[in-house]
């Protein structure tokens, strides 16, 4: 039964891209076992929520099961750092923790727009090199058609996804991407509008994002598309990925897991999460990138394919305190 008796929270500004932010949990139970959680740009009122109710709402108490813990205050970071301690506890990995059964994963990596077509030809040469066998492209009105078909041509096996980002209004141009064998339509317009008319006129399974159980009912109910985009870092709890991923089983969706960005523990989180049955679309784990994680070995994807770590216990990664105590920019310890 886990009791945690010392916690301590880190606010880290991270080395690469924008500088993102994330906030760290670290949770100790009275046998010396550890536990870690990651929230990446997190909500403005985090830390302050963190601050004045994670420890009275967590340190000294019994519980057998992260489950019963419910909505703990500092969201995702707070309940992966219980999921993470319980499943270090009783030395399983965190994905059979959850249910997954998988050993590996397949990988995607997105592809922005490029300059010209040659540039983003060779910029997914690069990649099919490095073993990947499906590649996201990022597709916007005026720049869909054309690099599609030169992909395509040139790599007529090639897994294709394309990212739309809701910069579409208008059906026909995305029922056009269609004749180049895709395995999603990802994005396609804002609010839910237009889905389930462009879902009826495809064949690729049009991929929505949501970030709860009552965005992805909607969804569904409004016959919206046949595959969930599920980011484990932005639900509130891995008890509410479970259930959003049973969800859509059970409605026959398909199931795309994505994002975590941050230190590379929320990309652990991503990775066990993705490991679900239902999750068979490619995954995203392609950043942060190895040389700004603070876990070993790092997360990410070797030869277009994603280890799930089943050898250790818990998210199955090493966490490099000392390079958290010196990426910290504020921290506090209960």
């Not at 009791?3 to 500004?13: A, G, H, N, P």
């Not at 909500?43 to 963190?50: C, G, I, V």
């Not at 040659?118 to 090199?129: D, G």
Request: with cysteine; proline share 7%; aromatic share 6%.
């Amino acid at each position: 039964m886990p009791r945690v008796c010392e916690l301590e929270v880190f606010r880290l500004v991270l080395p690469y891209g924008r500088r993102p932010e994330s906030i760290l949990v670290r949770l100790t139970d009275y046998g010396g076992m550890t536990g870690w959680g990651e929230v990446v740009d997190p909500d403005p009122k985090t830390w302050a929520l963190l601050q004045e109710g994670f420890g009275q709402a967590l340190v000294g108490l019994d519980w057998e099961h992260p489950d019963e813990l419910g909505d703990l205050p500092g969201g995702s970071a707070a309940d992966m750092a219980c999921w993470d301690l319980w499943a270090r506890m009783r030395g399983v990995p965190l994905a059979h923790a959850l249910g997954g059964s998988r050993t590996s994963l397949t990988a995607t990596v997105r592809i922005g727009a490029e300059r010209n077509l040659e540039s983003l030809v060779a910029r997914v040469n690069r990649h099919v090199c490095a073993g990947y066998a499906h590649v996201t492209l990022d597709v916007h009105p005026g720049w869909d058609i054309e690099p599609l078909r030169a992909v395509r041509r040139a790599y007529p096996a090639l897994g294709i996804g394309v990212d739309a980002r809701a910069a579409y209004t208008d059906i026909d141009a995305l029922e056009a991407l269609d004749a180049y064998t895709l395995s999603s339509i990802e994005r396609p317009f804002a609010g839910l509008t237009g889905h389930a008319d462009l879902q009826q006129r495809v064949a690729a399974p049009v991929l929505l994002e949501a970030s709860s159980m009552a965005e992805l009912d909607e969804a569904i109910s409004a016959d919206a598309g046949r595959a969930l985009l599920l980011r484990p870092a932005e639900v509130g709890s891995l008890r509410e990925v479970r259930r959003m991923h049973d969800r859509a089983v059970a409605a026959g969706w398909e199931i795309a897991c994505a994002g975590g960005r941050g230190t590379g523990l929320a990309r652990a989180a991503t990775v066990a999460a993705a490991s679900l049955p239902g999750c068979a679309l490619p995954c995203d784990v392609a950043e942060p990138p190895r040389s700004a994680q603070i876990v070993t070995p790092p997360v990410g994807a070797s030869g277009g394919v994603v280890a799930v770590p089943l050898t250790q216990p818990g998210l199955g990664h090493t966490v490099d305190v000392t390079r958290v105590r010196r990426l910290a920019k504020d921290s506090y310890a209960i």
